[in-house]
């Protein structure tokens, strides 16, 4: 099996970064796990996700929905099941568990967020990763 590639790409808004980010993978054809940081943000990406431009669609669904297994991208806030998937992208502030072959971080622009990448980078490394800042 490939090594998980991890990824750090820096985004002063994290849910326009992450709508971005996840609209790109669906346009390959991908499915991505996005782990929202709180019930709050989780709304928010469904909310843009919906409107992400006139010619694109990105079929997601929220962890909770009762049609979640048919979505391409699920949105999850934290305490709901999370299943593997190809993709991950997390704005939550430990580093990813979850079995996948890409995770997708975020570098915020403020220091606290900055210290939390810092220690998500150092935590890949620890477990044998090669994170790449893009």
């Not at 220091?111 to 935590?123: F, I, L, T, V």
Request: charged content about 25%.
């Amino acid at each position: 099996m490939a090594q998980t590639r991890v990824e750090f790409h820096e985004g002063a808004d994290a849910v326009t970064t992450a709508v971005d980010l996840v609209a790109a993978v669906a346009a390959e054809g991908g499915d991505a796990l996005v782990l929202a940081a709180d019930p709050a943000q989780a709304q928010a990406l469904d909310g843009r996700l919906w409107d992400v431009g006139a010619d694109v669609f990105v079929p997601h669904a929220l962890a909770d929905d009762p049609d979640v297994a048919a979505a391409r991208v699920v949105v999850a806030a934290p305490g709901h099941p999370v299943a593997p998937c190809t993709v991950v992208l997390n704005l939550r502030q430990d580093a990813v568990e979850v079995p996948c072959s890409r995770i997708i971080e975020l570098i915020p622009a403020d220091e606290a967020g900055k210290a939390a990448a810092r220690a998500r980078w150092r935590s890949y490394q620890a477990r044998g990763l090669k994170p790449e800042k893009r």
